[in-house]
């Protein structure tokens, strides 16, 4: 028998050329991611932000236009993310959207009525997570400008400047004390191991008693532990930024060290309010309830975890488990979940908080919502999404000179700066320091 041989035909693949591979990176979102990851890189908080904004700008627009395509037979995918993403660059940096939109627009080049409805798509989840997300100004906070007497300064080259270098803050940059060094070669600089806590605060009370300004490069914690020192050693603040969060410095338009060096050789600073909870100082926010729950259990799983992983998994766990707090407020009893305190009068209005139009206004702001109402996380997600906020029954928010709360269940965990601690008494006064904190930062800046 003769046996026939069948040979199977495959079609010639025609190789991927580089367009075709730049609309799958558009369409699959990793162009964006690496966008994103180079503007992380710069250190700029105007460049960080602007990346994280297009990211989610473009994540909502990917998984809207996927789920699009399983009923229309256009795939828009690549210009939607893409619209999104520049949109949402360009809205929060001019300098960053220009080359976000041209990256866009190459995804556009063929022009078809896809590419347009997609781009629309994007171009209106950018903006619209505005709403949600709002944009800071472009103008620095009004405080007052000060120039500090030559008795309370630093001099140009550093003499008279203690700097403590927290080892354990970090933003991925590695140590800046050389970097300080070159700067202000007379300044005294230490590198501070925290093994117990508290290394930081005696390293600045050492460094006070032979320094005329106090200097921490840190965090918002770093920064916290800082000021408390400089009130009562009566001493100026010079803040270099190299934490995971930088709220002070960035409300100040500090982005890097260099600009706090300058203002430091210029002699140049602001007066800023303090406020204080339980005693303890805090310069941007302070918290009791559901927040302080997401903070302490973040720090038991960020050892193992790191901590992203340990943010998000402890969020989920909050949200699903944390109970509102009874306590008595201006002898009105009532059952809060979450409550948010800031040092100065925070924009926009809602549960976002965001930027403070004011360094000196002696006011705080108290926002908060009541927990004893039916579906109260519920509502307030939906109030948040549908722009409604204002008008939801279970968000409150109010400006006020003095807060007093009593605990109607012992003692409260509270948090002030991203730190938590135990309130000393049920007994918690919020007010603000008569005196105000001489901070280090260009004119330029402040409004």
């Not at 320094?211 to 916290?224: K, R, T």
């Not at 060290?257 to 339980?278: L, P, R």
């Not at 008008?391 to 109010?398: A, E, F, G, I, R």
């Not at 003692?411 to 601690?421: I, K, Q, S, V, Y």
Request: hydrophobic share 45%.
């Amino acid at each position: 028998m003769q046996l026939t041989k069948f040979h199977s035909l495959n079609p010639i693949r025609k190789k991927p050329s580089a367009s075709d591979r730049f609309d799958q990176a558009a369409g699959s979102g990793l162009l964006w991611g690496a966008v994103a990851f180079i503007l992380w890189a710069t250190e700029v908080r105007s460049a960080r932000r602007a990346g994280l904004r297009g990211l989610l700008s473009a994540a909502i627009a990917w998984v809207i236009a996927t789920i699009s395509a399983r009923y229309v037979e256009d795939d828009y995918r690549a210009p939607a993310t893409a619209a999104a993403f520049a949109t949402g660059v360009a809205l929060e940096s001019r300098a960053a959207g220009a080359p976000s939109a041209l990256l866009a627009a190459a995804t556009l080049r063929r022009r078809t009525p896809a590419d347009a409805y997609g781009a629309a798509l994007g171009a209106g989840i950018g903006l619209g997570l505005s709403r949600l997300w709002p944009i800071p100004p472009d103008e620095g906070p009004e405080a007052p400008k000060v120039y500090l007497p030559s008795h309370a300064a630093a001099s140009p080259e550093g003499e008279g400047l203690f700097i403590a270098v927290n080892s354990a803050s970090g933003n991925g940059n590695g140590d800046p004390s050389e970097e300080l060094k070159d700067a202000l070669p007379l300044a005294k600089i230490e590198t501070i191991e925290i093994v117990e806590g508290d290394e930081l605060r005696k390293a600045l009370d050492r460094g006070s008693e032979h320094a005329n300004v106090l200097g921490v490069s840190g965090g918002d914690g770093s920064i916290n532990t800082a000021a408390q020192v400089a009130l009562d050693h009566e001493k100026a603040l010079a803040i270099f930024p190299s934490g995971t969060f930088n709220h002070l410095a960035g409300d100040l338009g500090i982005e890097r060290a260099e600009e706090t060096v300058a203002a430091i050789k210029q002699g140049q600073a602001i007066g800023m309010d303090v406020a204080t909870i339980d005693n303890h100082v805090f310069v941007n926010t302070a918290s009791f309830g559901a927040y302080v729950e997401l903070v302490d259990m973040r720090e038991k799983l960020e050892k193992r975890l790191g901590k992203w992983p340990a943010v998000l998994i402890a969020l989920v766990r909050v949200l699903k488990k944390s109970k509102p707090v009874r306590v008595e407020i201006e002898g009105r009893e009532m059952r809060i979940w979450m409550a948010f305190i800031g040092n100065c009068r925070y924009s926009p209005r809602g549960f976002a908080p965001s930027w403070r139009k004011r360094l000196d206004d002696d006011q705080i702001d108290f926002r908060y919502v009541v927990g004893s109402a039916p579906w109260a996380r519920l509502r307030l997600v939906l109030a948040v999404l549908t722009g409604r906020l204002a008008d939801c029954k279970v968000y409150k928010q109010s400006v006020v000179k003095e807060l007093r709360i009593r605990s109607l269940e012992g003692p409260l965990r509270l948090a002030r700066d991203g730190e938590t601690f135990q309130s000393s008494s049920d007994e918690i006064i919020i007010r603000k320091l008569p005196d105000r904190l001489a901070v280090y930062c260009p004119h330029e800046g402040i409004a």
